[in-house]
């Protein structure tokens, strides 16, 4: 396994929002995130990019044991994120914002830079064909010279997933993906998320969207009130009765 998460458990307040969260995620595979709002699935998410520290639990990433490490030893390990809420850089352009995304990956040493030598000349040639690269990936080349605050709901999303993918990251924590996407744009993301699950790239992801989610993971993990309450395919998910009793619901088109 790719990632291995063991007893993890967080509280803010008082209030428990992990107690002892536990699944497996499968290098190379698509898994899905799913509960009820408040189940802790953002707050995982956060302490698995390093952003929140657990209290207690394991955390392994390719072997080593990474809980507790900050956000940016973290994401220079290969984990690469995106968050419910973008956190873009609205002034800058699409393309400046997913440059920004190669900092741990781009070497930029200031002397060379300074003297407008011909090696700086190259490597930044090279992170901007990579930062369209990354855009084209997520078919939003054509907006790399706006500003990322000009972009439309859908875009900007897809533009988060392009400044992620910027890292070459071997594990892609997704939040919400494609929340408020239309038809097209779920179908494009669904593709593209799976062509890099094809190509080797692990992804974990959070999404309220059920036929999104059954369609594209291979297994699915379900919190509810920050317990793991289940972790399989999603047909066993879906007909699984603490999983409706808890999310799906009775009368579900799932159930």
Do not use: W
């Given at each position: 396994?790719l990632?291995n998460?063991e007893g993890?458990t967080?509280?803010?307040g008082g209030?428990?929002?992990?107690?002892?969260?536990?699944?497996s995620v499968?290098?190379?595979?698509?898994?899905?995130?799913?509960?009820?709002?408040?189940a802790?699935?953002?707050?995982?998410i956060?302490?698995?990019?390093g952003?929140?520290q657990?209290?207690?639990?394991?955390?392994?990433?390719?072997?080593k044991?990474?809980q507790?490490l900050?956000?940016?030893?973290i994401a220079?390990?290969?984990?690469?994120r995106t968050f419910?809420?973008?956190?873009l850089f609205p002034?800058m352009?699409?393309?400046e914002?997913?440059?920004?995304?190669q900092?741990?990956?781009a070497s930029?040493p200031?002397?060379p830079r300074l003297l407008?030598?011909?090696?700086?000349r190259?490597a930044?040639?090279?992170?901007?064909e990579r930062?369209m690269?990354?855009?084209?990936?997520?078919?939003?080349?054509?907006?790399a010279d706006i500003?990322?605050?000009s972009l439309?709901?859908g875009e900007?999303?897809r533009?988060?997933i392009?400044?992620?993918l910027?890292?070459?990251?071997?594990?892609l924590l997704?939040?919400?993906?494609?929340a408020?996407?239309?038809?097209?744009?779920l179908?494009e993301?669904g593709?593209?998320?799976?062509?890099?699950a094809?190509?080797?790239?692990?992804?974990?992801?959070?999404?309220?969207n059920m036929?999104?989610?059954m369609g594209l993971?291979?297994?699915?993990t379900?919190?509810?009130?920050?317990?793991t309450i289940?972790?399989?395919?999603p047909q066993?998910?879906?007909n699984?009765p603490?999983?409706?009793?808890?999310?799906?619901?009775?009368?579900s088109k799932y159930?």
């Amino acid at each position: 396994m790719l990632l291995n998460i063991e007893g993890i458990t967080r509280s803010f307040g008082g209030v428990s929002a992990l107690a002892g969260v536990s699944f497996s995620v499968a290098a190379g595979s698509v898994h899905g995130l799913i509960g009820p709002n408040g189940a802790g699935k953002t707050t995982l998410i956060n302490v698995l990019s390093g952003v929140t520290q657990p209290e207690a639990g394991r955390v392994t990433f390719l072997g080593k044991p990474v809980q507790g490490l900050p956000a940016h030893r973290i994401a220079a390990l290969g984990v690469a994120r995106t968050f419910q809420y973008n956190r873009l850089f609205p002034a800058m352009t699409c393309l400046e914002n997913v440059i920004a995304g190669q900092h741990l990956t781009a070497s930029r040493p200031l002397l060379p830079r300074l003297l407008c030598l011909p090696s700086a000349r190259r490597a930044e040639r090279e992170h901007t064909e990579r930062a369209m690269a990354c855009l084209e990936r997520v078919g939003i080349a054509h907006r790399a010279d706006i500003p990322a605050q000009s972009l439309s709901y859908g875009e900007r999303r897809r533009l988060e997933i392009a400044r992620a993918l910027a890292s070459n990251p071997r594990l892609l924590l997704l939040d919400e993906p494609v929340a408020g996407m239309h038809h097209q744009g779920l179908e494009e993301v669904g593709a593209l998320i799976g062509s890099l699950a094809d190509e080797g790239m692990t992804v974990l992801l959070i999404e309220h969207n059920m036929s999104f989610v059954m369609g594209l993971c291979a297994s699915i993990t379900v919190l509810s009130f920050g317990r793991t309450i289940a972790t399989g395919a999603p047909q066993e998910i879906v007909n699984d009765p603490r999983v409706i009793e808890a999310y799906l619901g009775a009368g579900s088109k799932y159930d």
